[in-house]
T-cell receptor
Framework: AQTVTQSQPEMSVQEAETVTLSCTYDTSESDYYLFWYKQPPSRQMILVIR??????QNATENRFSVNFQKAAKSFSLKISDSQLGDAAMYFC?????????FGKGTSLLVTP | GAVVSQHPSRVICKSGTSVKIECRSLDFQATTMFWYRQFPKQSLMLMATSNEGSKATYEQGVEKDKFLINHASLTLSTLTVTSAHPEDSSFYIC?????????????FGAGTRLSVL
């Protein structure tokens, strides 16, 4: 079984600044994947970034990057040059098969 | 690519009626589909996993007879909420994955807001 913990219910960042969202997980699996999904007010779940656990290199997608610390079971998301459109709920998730285990989410507010 | 269509986006029904929600993968073969339920300001809760051509696997606490899932083809899964009651009102989201890609990525539909009067 896997558990995913997001300890920040809400975060706020100013436009153009950088923000980091925290996520820790617990798993007994040796092979697994980690994800960050974004859910804007439309409630459409959007994949932001994905990390394979066997890869040491941190994944990067444009302004989004992760800090994957496997030993510490930590998987934080860094958003650089924040934009108003980044405002959303962000969910960290883990899977080892095909089912996803989600954290409780972090609500990100972006202020002008 | 990797588009999942979910229909309807919103449904209002009377208590006691049944409601069917469709989830289609438009540009890939969805060997596995998932159904989630999401309450306001909460995370997604997995209800069941369905593989094409076989019975769905339900999570603990989810009533199989209340939430009927059919995955008859590689592009379509349906969730039927039978004899809906006000407590079934919620946001239902489907997702699909292509096992053949090996990517373990789930692509989500836009969700269905169910309101039972």
């Amino acid at each position: 079984a896997q558990t995913v913990t997001q300890s920040q219910p809400e975060m706020s960042v100013q436009e153009a600044e950088t923000v980091t969202l925290s996520c820790t997980y617990d798993t007994s699996e040796s092979d697994y994947y980690l994800f960050w999904y974004k859910q804007p007010p439309s409630r459409q779940m959007i994949l932001v970034i994905r990390q394979e656990a066997y890869k040491q290199q941190n994944a990067t997608e444009n302004r989004f990057s992760v800090n994957f610390q496997k030993a510490a079971k930590s998987f934080s998301l860094k958003i650089s040059d924040s934009q108003l459109g980044d405002a959303a709920m962000y969910f960290c998730a883990a899977n080892s098969g095909y089912a996803l285990n989600f954290g409780k989410g972090t609500s990100l507010l972006v202020t002008p | 690519g990797a588009v999942v269509s979910q229909h309807p986006s919103r449904v209002i029904c009377k208590s006691g009626t049944s409601v069917k929600i469709e989830c289609r993968s438009l540009d890939f073969q969805a060997t596995t589909m998932f159904w989630y339920r999401q309450f306001p300001k909460q995370s997604l809760m997995l209800m069941a996993t369905s593989n094409e051509g076989s019975k769905a696997t339900y999570e603990q606490g989810v009533e199989k007879d209340k939430f009927l899932i059919n995955h008859a083809s590689l592009t379509l899964s349906t969730l039927t909420v039978t004899s809906a009651h006000p407590e079934d009102s919620s946001f239902y989201i489907c997702s699909a994955t292509d096992r053949g890609s090996g990517a373990y990525i789930q692509y989500f539909g836009a969700g269905t807001r169910l309101s039972v009067l």
